[in-house]
């Protein structure tokens, strides 16, 4: 059993950055990729980026070049690293590990 814990939402301006923070329950050196999440309003969830457990990354079109995916096993934890936001990047963000196990999500706002 793996619990997910995501922090670091909140408000910010277009241009602005924010860093989300998923800690994990257990270990995640052995865990599977992990990844985030985001669902916008009266949209689907849709994948971000995602983590190998050797730090192999992959991200969606709309976030390369702003975003940044990472892990630190040593804490349990990842990291979303999302530099130059954009009002569209408005979203809840989820923290998500193998097989199906999701944090309770933390909201991301970006507006002036």
């Known amino acids: 059993q793996v619990q997910l814990v995501e922090s670091g939402g909140g408000l910010v301006q277009p241009g602005g950055s924010l860093r989300l923070s998923c800690a994990a329950s257990s270990s995640i050196f052995s865990i599977p990729p992990m990844a985030w999440y985001r669902r916008a309003p009266g949209k689907q969830r849709e994948p971000v980026a995602v983590?190998?457990?050797?730090?192999?990354?992959n991200y969606a079109d709309s976030v390369k070049g702003r975003f940044t995916i990472s892990r630190d096993n040593a804490k349990n934890t990842i990291y979303l690293q999302m530099n130059n936001l954009k009002p569209e990047d408005t979203a809840v963000y989820y923290c998500?590990?193998?097989?199906?196990?999701w944090g309770q999500g933390t909201q991301v706002t970006v507006s002036s």
């Open positions: 998500f590990a193998p097989s199906d196990y």
């Open positions: 983590i190998t457990s050797g730090g192999s990354t």
